[in-house]
């Protein structure tokens, strides 16, 4: 008996396997929490990005900051606007871990510039990356005091905006240069010196799918979450390993569990696609935001629950 043929013709970024299910089409309801995060397709403009999730029916994006600046926000926020996309968030502030007391104050006029343009753009959302140690620096935990300070500070100014800050917890493999807050736990105990609306947590798979009793502690934190991003563990990594995110389910994450504790949780807002590898970033942006769309009706949307 020969082989059944193909589901369908249209092949996966970037393994160039044939797809497994027909991509969703405009209207389909399993994308209606479904959002685009900017650099998953790094190549597009801000237009074409917007241009793109409309054309696959996706009914929100995540922003990043530069390619808003490249346009001026006024001229964003009438993109947006036009687009009648949500914004799911807004990265990314953060990076307030310098020693320097000058350096600090810098970058938090610099996190209330990031506000201002979450509150003008709608994003709920400001993701915070909080930085790594200073150059010379071995004192992780005044790093890490630091960062939760900083948030201190912030605070008050994103409650005014009506701006949550997500802290996002980043894979240890970055504490050095990147995000010396590293496990959900740590940043829940930050998050949780303040009220629900101004400061929460991201749930990153990449980053937490690692952690011990992750699972446990995503089903704890209840409202403190305040974005949901998925993308995999890819191995081996890559020789840049910033560009180590994967498309779902070419790696080592279990999907299905980690949606299921975000939605026990009690999470209803938008899971962001969020990849930075080099070849989905090399490969035809609809190309990319259709594989995004089939591995998250497959691997995601069934255990958002309701």
């Given at each position: 008996m020969s082989a059944s043929p193909p589901l369908t013709r249209e092949v996966d970024v970037p393994s160039g396997a044939p797809a497994r299910i027909r991509t969703p089409s405009v209207g389909d309801p399993r994308l209606a929490r479904l959002s685009l995060n900017q650099r998953t397709t790094a190549e597009w403009s801000l237009r074409e990005a917007l241009d793109g999730a409309v054309?696959?029916?996706l009914p929100a994006i995540g922003l990043w900051r530069e390619p808003v600046q490249e346009v001026g926000l006024g001229t964003a926020v009438e993109l947006v606007r036009d687009s009648g996309l949500r914004v799911s968030s807004l990265c990314r502030g953060g990076f307030f871990t310098a020693e320097d007391?000058?350096?600090r104050r810098r970058a938090h006029d610099e996190n209330l510039r990031a506000l201002d343009e979450a509150a003008a753009l709608g994003a709920p959302t400001l993701v915070l990356v909080p930085g790594g140690l200073p150059a010379g620096s071995r004192d992780l935990v005044g790093a890490r005091t630091r960062a939760a300070e900083a948030?201190?500070?912030?605070?008050?100014?994103?409650?005014?905006?009506?701006?949550?800050l997500g802290i996002e917890p980043m894979n240890p493999l970055y504490a050095a240069d990147r995000g010396v807050v590293s496990t959900l736990a740590q940043a829940l105990r930050i998050a949780r010196d303040f009220s629900a609306d101004e400061v929460g947590v991201v749930v990153d798979t990449f980053h937490l799918w690692w952690e011990p009793e992750v699972l446990q502690t995503i089903r704890s934190a209840g409202d403190r979450i305040v974005s949901y991003?998925?993308?995999d563990w890819i191995t081996p990594l890559p020789a840049d390993t910033l560009l180590a995110r994967g498309m779902m389910g070419d790696g080592h994450v279990d999907f299905a569990a980690f949606t299921a504790a975000v939605a026990d949780a009690g999470y209803r807002g938008d899971v962001e696609v969020e990849i930075f590898h080099a070849e989905v970033w090399a490969a035809p942006g609809a190309d990319t935001v259709a594989t995004l769309a089939r591995r998250y009706v497959e691997l995601v949307e069934p255990w958002l629950g309701t």
């Open positions: 054309a696959a029916g007391e000058d350096q948030v201190a500070r912030l605070a008050p100014e994103a409650r005014a905006r009506g701006v949550v991003q998925v993308c």
